[in-house]
């Protein structure tokens, strides 16, 4: 594989802490070799040179809260009875059009049945088809009559359901053991309710202690992990309890809780997915949600609290990470990095800071802290290369016109138009 070499480029390398400056970064094999200040080309014998032309080069972004499985549906049920071929299909569709969106790194945050999100993942890794990296879940695990129950008792095949359900210690252990035995990165739990699912609003906590205490048990015996639906502060706090290491959503959070996330900073992830609670309270009519109906569901509630429990969290410097929930009708795939604008505009992010939620901390919450998510030499070469200054307008990181290139291990995902000179040997 030839040498890459990115030249005049304005470099933001995704710690957080360095304004952009211009340079060329080398890219040779999947790692990324040299960044230099200089805008000569750093122009190895045979390299494949891309004149950026001022554009930014930053770290592929990470999703961390990612279902390739929900199919852009209104409904868990539509989600749910989606014929398992076409399934499959689905997600290696919407695997590759997240890599080409800039997501160089996925967290699988629970797939819609048992082996998608693993099938998917040994596919991308075998190179089978195109995605991110990607951390691979296990069906959300639920109890009865909680968010992820879709099962109809009364009707013919009453087990069928979106998610797992279980009842006491050994439900749980038989349940989170099969996850394991397919292969799956992390175990889903749910905790607590959902207003999408009103016989469960997200202010209930529906998960025993015992049953918590058995899932993570099998988790940590496996070297796996645990993350959690924790919408309502007692499962934030049940989530901290049992070693739960991803927690999504955590809009209701009390002192209690906000102390105990300060004191596990350094091993949590927060990711919150707050695009789908604005998103039904302002652009879910089309698909028969009323600003008043999300209102009576909770919707305004959670939106407020959530706004103010994040903010905490961010100055208590807890890691928030941007992703969630993207799949819905009114939260459509690959506009995921619309979180980053959210994290600015009601969280009170520098847009440095957002930028860093998803290049960092998405190298931290995949588990690769020391090789994944920077513009540094030595780092795995996951790139993209963004027409525009993403911190003047970070809307741009969502749009594919501005996305002009990716790069993952080293590889384009989606090559530049710029058109790349090959500079042989001058000797020649
Ligand atoms: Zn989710």
């Not at 210690?169 to 905790?191: P, Q, T």
């Not at 609670?277 to 008043?292: D, I, K, Q, R, S």
């Not at 109906?293 to 969290?313: P, R």
Request: glycine share 8%.
């Amino acid at each position: 594989m030839a040498d890459v070499v990115f030249t005049n480029v304005r470099i933001l390398d995704g710690t957080g802490q360095n304004n952009p400056y211009t340079g060329s970064v080398l890219v040779r094999d999947n790692r990324i070799r040299q960044v230099g200040r200089s805008t000569a080309p750093i122009a190895p014998g045979s390299a494949a040179v891309i004149d950026g032309a001022g554009a930014t080069l930053m770290p592929g972004m990470c999703e961390a809260h990612t279902h390739f499985s929900w199919n852009d549906a209104a409904t868990l049920a539509a989600i749910q009875t989606m014929p398992l071929e076409e399934h499959v299909l689905w997600c290696a569709k919407v695997a590759k059009r997240y890599l080409q969106a800039g997501f160089t790194s996925c967290v699988g945050a629970a797939c819609a049945k048992p082996r998608l999100d693993v099938v998917i993942r040994n596919a991308i890794n075998a190179g089978q088809i195109p995605g991110p990296r990607y951390l691979a879940a296990s069906q959300e695990i639920t109890v009865l009559g909680a968010l992820g129950d879709e099962t109809l008792p009364h009707l013919p095949f009453p087990e069928f359901s979106f998610g797992v359900n279980v009842s006491g210690a050994d439900e749980m252990r038989k349940a989170v053991r099969l996850f394991l035995k397919y292969g799956v990165d992390s175990i889903k739990l749910n905790l607590s309710g959902d207003n999408f699912t009103p016989q469960s609003p997200a202010e209930t906590t529906w998960m025993l202690d015992e049953e918590v205490a058995a899932a993570m048990r099998e988790v940590k015996i496996r070297g796996k992990r645990g993350v959690a639906h924790a919408r309502s502060s007692e499962s934030v706090k049940q989530a901290l309890r049992h070693g739960i290491e991803l927690i999504y959503h955590a809009s209701f959070v009390d002192e209690e809780a906000l102390d105990m996330l300060e004191a596990k900073k350094d091993e949590v992830f927060v990711a919150p997915g707050i695009a789908i609670l604005y998103a039904m309270l302002y652009e879910a009519e089309p698909w028969g949600v009323t600003h008043a109906m999300a209102c009576d569901m909770g919707y305004q509630i959670e939106w407020d609290a959530a706004c103010v429990s994040l903010a905490k969290m961010h100055k208590r410097g807890i890691r928030v990470l941007p992703g969630g929930d993207y799949g819905f009708a009114f939260t459509p795939h690959c506009q995921n990095a619309r979180d980053l604008e959210f994290f600015v505009k009601y969280l009170g992010f520098t847009p440095m800071e957002a930028i860093r939620c998803t290049t960092l901390y998405g190298g931290q919450v995949m588990k690769r802290p020391d090789d994944l998510g920077l513009v540094k030499e030595g780092y795995l070469a996951d790139l993209m290369l963004v027409d525009g200054d993403p911190l003047a307008n970070l809307s741009i990181l969502r749009d594919p016109k501005r996305i002009l290139a990716v790069m993952k291990d080293g590889v384009f995902a989606k090559a530049p138009e710029i058109a790349a000179r090959r500079q042989w040997e001058r000797a020649a």
